[in-house]
């Protein structure tokens, strides 16, 4: 069964940069499609961006486009979004999840979810 674990998240000053990762095992994640959601206090759980098994990548939230991006390493089984320019609205868990069709912005199309790993942006 595949598992997720994200990492790398923690303080950064707005205009920052963080990279997250998601590694998986139990199974190996090229055939999985990733997607990244993040959680703020009191909101909904949003979806940021997915990457497909092609390594192919779609945006989700418009607040993120030409900030951040998505990529896969499938011989290290880690999928990544590297976040750059961050601002203090970027401040939330974000969790990666698992599914084995292509991208959607739903969360409960997904089925393997990390535990999350908070980014808190401020001065």
């Known amino acids: 069964q595949l598992q997720l674990v994200e990492s790398g998240g923690g303080l950064v000053q707005p205009g920052g940069s963080l990279r997250l990762s998601c590694a998986a095992s139990g199974a190996t994640s090229r055939y999985y499609t990733i997607g990244w959601f993040r959680q703020a206090p009191g909101k909904e759980r949003e979806a940021v961006l997915c990457?497909?098994?092609?390594?192919?990548?779609?945006d989700y939230a418009d607040s993120v486009k030409g900030r951040f991006a998505g990529s896969r390493d499938d011989a290290k089984n880690t999928v990544y979004l590297q976040m750059i320019d961050l601002k203090p609205e970027d401040t939330a868990t974000y969790y990666c999840a698992a599914r084995g069709r292509s991208c959607a912005s739903v969360a409960a199309y997904y089925g393997a979810w990390g535990q999350g790993t908070l980014v808190t942006v401020s001065s």
């Open positions: 990457i497909d098994d092609r390594g192919v990548a779609t």
